[in-house]
Nanobody, 125 residues
């Protein structure tokens, strides 16, 4: 059974930074492409970023490119999302997700499964 511990969310002023972490157990972490999704109240789940198994391939949604950085530490089974220059529109619940398919792009968001409860990010103006 996959278990996920997500952390790092919180309340921050616009322009601030947060670093999200997601530690996964119950699967072979380095066999999964990983990603971050977010969902704001009343909106659909949105793919934010993904990273390939080795970390060689990265993808960012246009809305976060240049501000967010995804990374992973396969030795620690942990996924990260460094979020800088935060905006009020980044307010959402953030979830880490993974797929055993070796894919990382917006065309493949539908094969990503999220397992955790997410972590809340709130950005005040």
């Amino acid at each position: 059974q996959v278990q996920v511990v997500e952390s790092g969310g919180g309340l921050v002023q616009a322009g601030g930074s947060l670093r999200l972490s997601c530690t996964v157990s119950g699967l072979t972490f380095n066999g999964y492409s990983m990603g971050w999704f977010r969902q704001a109240p009343g909106k659909e789940r949105e793919g934010v970023s993904c990273i390939s198994r080795s970390g060689a391939i990265l993808y960012y949604a246009d809305s976060v490119r240049g501000r967010f950085t995804i990374s992973r530490d396969n030795a620690k089974n942990t996924l990260y999302l460094q979020m800088n220059s935060l905006k009020p529109e980044d307010t959402a619940r953030y979830y880490c997700a993974g797929t055993h398919y070796g894919v990382c792009s917006s065309s493949w968001w539908h094969v990503y499964d999220d397992w955790g409860q997410g972590t809340q990010v709130a950005v005040s103006s």
